[in-house]
Each structure stands twice: as structure tokens, then as C-alpha cells.
């Protein structure tokens, strides 16, 4: 499509201001079942987002249809929506920043130069060493994919603006069975740079979390010393990022209002929004509203800084916006993880006199509420008796509030992990949690 038309066929038609936001995207993805292919894919999809104002409202359209003979529509859709609006609130096109930092490790053309044959075979392969790992093993079923995102931002107001990202992701789910006891586990690795997938390492991992569970039972019911691993506490902590977002604050629904500047959670603990970590798609130099990222602490050993903020949360409690703003998420986070500390997994392990070592949290989409902070989720892993691993439990509900488990860290290790959505934790040291068992 040819923006510049699209801009002057906009002005003509007494748009005021326009910005619009494209996206390239491309994707490889391939699944690997009982020693078949089990699905191939590659896909490329292009998106152009287009928002105006026109007579003091803001217009928005988004088309897959890139070709010139669609502007018109495109414009006339802008102005249509423009008129439907209701509301009352100031809208207006960011002009753009003075500076946006120079990121290095987003994009790896390594990554592209490996033939798709080569990933098939990787693919095979993993399933082949996770079955060799256990006879227990009784299922395998692995994956790998990878993909890149050229954006580029451009308004009436002269910013122009454009990034290029990619990643990739290997992974296995893996069932075990000993013929009285059937568990899962699931494992992977993601990374722009393909020689960091460890294919030895990756099948060792997911093979031993299957089987380490097997003969698993409940617990008796009480208090615990809790070592929440690296998956289990990202996992919790994704469901209560929204208590981050301004736009919470603001509609009342973020257990963290009017708590700037007060402690809600132990020294130890630093939560963190970097939209500069390297090998992550999430990280960029701008937001998708065209303002600058900035690495942000939202909560400094233990106390609260402050929240993320798009245009028009900023806007409303006059500030700046942190560059939290993005298309289909409102305000939504890069890369927010805990801060890892220097504890050593194994001492955390060590340190532990009666504890449960919670390795996995099932139902975080519906047993943890980001309103009040509650929980209340099934949970699996290992007892822990004077600093030595002892046997699986399984069937286990942990429930308590998040605000009041990050006040009862004690340690925090070395470990940090990313979830699917880059919301990141190392393993922590909890000073102890109800568990509901037998």
C-alpha cells in the first residue's frame, strides 16, 4: 500500500491527524507425534492498524488488505467511527520522543539460515532422546517454532518508526507411566539464537519432571515452608500483573491503589519491566502508541514505585507514559519478571526444614483473582524434610493472598525462568503457605 496516499487522501477528507501501525509477520511451525509430522506450517500475515482524529474524536479501522484500491474505504472508516463515538475524553496523535535507545539482540538472522530440514530433524530427535531417557516414558509429544515481526509506526506529526524481532521456541510434553501412576510434565526453550536449544539437555529436563512425579499422593494438611520453582512462580505471578497496570488503578480493580511508596512485598523482592532484555520479541525501543520504552521498576525492594502507563492513562493522571501501550492489550507489559537474587536453588533447598517444594500450579486462569490477590490452586511437587528431597505430593491445594506471599519471601534464587507471555520469576523461598491435603 502507498502510505503517503493514505495520508493525503485522509487530510483531504478533514482528518486532522493520522497514524497508522503495520505489521509483517512471519511463521515456521512444525509438531512431531509417534515419529511423524504431525503438523507444518508456515504462514505470513501482514496487519495495518489505522487511527485518526476527526472533528475531536478518534477514528480507529484495521485491515489484512494492503492494497491501494482500499484507502478510500480505510478513510472513510476512520471518520465513521470517529462519529460513532461517544465519549468525551481528549484524543490526540503522539508526536513522538526526543530519543529511542539503540537495542541489540532482538533479531538473529542466524536464526533464519537454518533450513527447515534441519528443524524437522531436530524435532525428531528430541522425541527420540526423551523416550530413550525412561522406560516409564510412555508418551512424546514435541514441537518447534519460530517467527519474526517488522513493525513500523508513522503519523502526520513526522515520527517514523520501525523494528524487526524474532524468536523461536522447542518444546515436549511428556506423559510417564509406571503401570499404577500416570503423570506429565512439560518443558522447553525459547531463544532467537538456535544453538541455544540444548536438545540433550531439553530431553533430560522433561523426561525426569515426568517420572520424578510418578507414586505422587497428598500431604497432610497445614503450614509449609513453601520453595516455590521458577515455573510455579511465574505462573502464579502471571494472573497479578494486571494490579501493575494503571488502567486497573484507575477502574478501582488494583489491590495495589494508593500503595505508591508503600511496601507490599519483601525486601528481596524487585519486580521489573525491561523492554530491553535481548532474544525477546516483547523488547523494542517504542511501544506500540510510538513512545519510547523506558526499564522500569515498579516495585524496588519491596516497595511500590508506581505502574504502566499508555497514552491515555498518562494523559488522565498527568504524567508520561512508561510506553506500556499496545495494540489488542491496552497497557500491557514487555519483559516483567522478580528480579533473580544469588541464592543457589540447592541451598534454598538445604535451608528448608519441614517445606513443600512446589513445582507445579494448575488453574492460575481461575484460582487466582488479581482483584483481591487470593488463590487457591492445586499443586504438585516434593516434601522436604531437614534439607533433603523426599516423596511426591500430588492432589495439594496452596491458597493464600500474592501481596502477602511476596511479604513472606525470605530468599530469592538465582534461577530466573519467562513463561509463554515473557512474564519471569526465579525460584522463591516463601516463609510458609496453607496446604490443603488429607
Do not use: W
Not at 204 to 219: D, I, M, N, R, S
Not at 233 to 243: E, F, G, K, N, R
Amino acid at each position: 500500500m502507498n502510505f503517503d496516499k493514505l495520508f493525503k487522501v485522509a487530510s483531504s477528507k478533514g482528518i486532522e491527524d493520522l497514524q497508522i501501525y503495520f505489521i509483517d509477520s512471519n511463521e515456521f511451525e512444525i509438531g512431531v507425534f509417534k515419529n511423524e509430522l504431525e503438523n507444518y506450517t508456515i504462514a505470513n500475515t501482514q496487519k495495518l492498524s489505522v487511527k485518526g482524529i476527526y472533528k475531536g474524536k478518534m477514528g480507529t479501522v484495521t485491515t489484512e488488505v494492503l492494497t491501494d484500491d482500499v484507502i478510500d474505504f480505510l478513510v472513510d472508516s476512520v471518520i465513521a467511527s470517529a462519529i460513532a463515538i461517544e465519549s468525551e475524553d481528549e484524543v490526540f496523535i503522539y508526536e513522538g520522543d526526543k530519543e529511542y535507545k539503540k537495542i541489540e539482540g532482538i533479531y538473529n538472522e542466524s536464526l533464519n539460515n537454518v533450513t527447515a530440514k534441519q528443524k524437522i530433524a531436530d524435532t525428531y530427535k528430541l522425541e527420540e532422546l526423551i523416550k530413550s531417557k525412561d522406560e516409564r516414558i510412555k508418551m512424546v509429544q514435541v514441537f518447534y517454532g519460530d517467527g519474526s515481526n517488522h513493525v513500523r509506526i508513522r503519523n502526520s506529526k513526522g515520527l517514523n518508526l520501525e523494528k524487526l524481532v524474532n524468536d523461536g521456541m522447542m518444546g515436549a510434553q511428556v506423559v510417564a507411566n509406571d503401570g499404577n501412576d500416570q503423570r506429565s510434565a512439560f518443558e522447553y526453550t525459547r531463544s532467537n539464537d538456535y544453538s541455544d536449544f540444548d536438545l540433550e539437555s531439553l530431553a533430560t529436563l522433561a523426561a525426569e519432571k515426568a517420572v520424578a512425579l510418578l507414586g505422587a499422593t497428598p500431604c497432610e494438611s497445614g503450614e509449609y515452608e513453601i520453595l516455590l520453582t521458577k515455573e510455579a512462580s511465574s505462573s502464579l505471578l502471571a494472573p497479578h500483573v494486571s494490579m501493575f497496570s494503571a488502567e486497573s488503578v484507575q477502574k478501582n480493580v488494583s489491590l495495589l491503589k494508593g500503595k505508591v511508596g508503600e511496601v507490599v512485598g519483601s525486601s528481596k523482592i524487585s519486580i521489573v519491566d525491561d523492554p530491553f532484555m535481548k532474544k525477546s520479541v516483547r523488547s523494542g525501543s517504542f511501544d506500540d502508541e510510538g513512545v519510547a520504552t523506558t526499564y522500569k521498576e515498579l516495585v524496588k525492594d519491596g516497595v511500590l514505585t508506581g505502574f504502566m502507563h499508555n497514552l491515555k492513562t498518562a494523559k488522565k493522571d498527568g504524567i508520561k507514559s512508561t510506553g506500556n501501550g499496545f495494540i489488542g492489550g491496552g497497557i500491557s507489559p514487555t519483559n516483567l519478571y522478580i528480579k533473580p537474587g544469588i541464592f543457589k536453588y540447592d541451598e534454598a533447598v538445604k535451608s528448608m526444614k519441614k517445606g513443600i517444594i512446589i513445582t507445579d500450579l494448575a488453574g492460575t486462569h481461575s484460582g487466582a483473582n488479581p482483584i483481591s490477590g487470593d488463590f487457591s490452586l492445586q499443586a504438585s511437587g516434593f516434601l522436604v524434610e531437614n534439607g533433603k528431597i523426599g516423596r511426591p505430593v500430588a492432589l495439594i491445594t496452596v491458597a493464600g493472598n500474592y501481596l502477602d506471599l511476596l511479604k513472606d519471601v525470605t530468599q530469592v534464587c538465582d534461577d530466573l525462568k519467562f513463561n509463554f507471555g515473557y512474564i519471569g520469576s526465579p525460584s522463591l523461598l516463601i516463609k510458609s503457605l496453607m496446604v490443603s491435603g488429607l
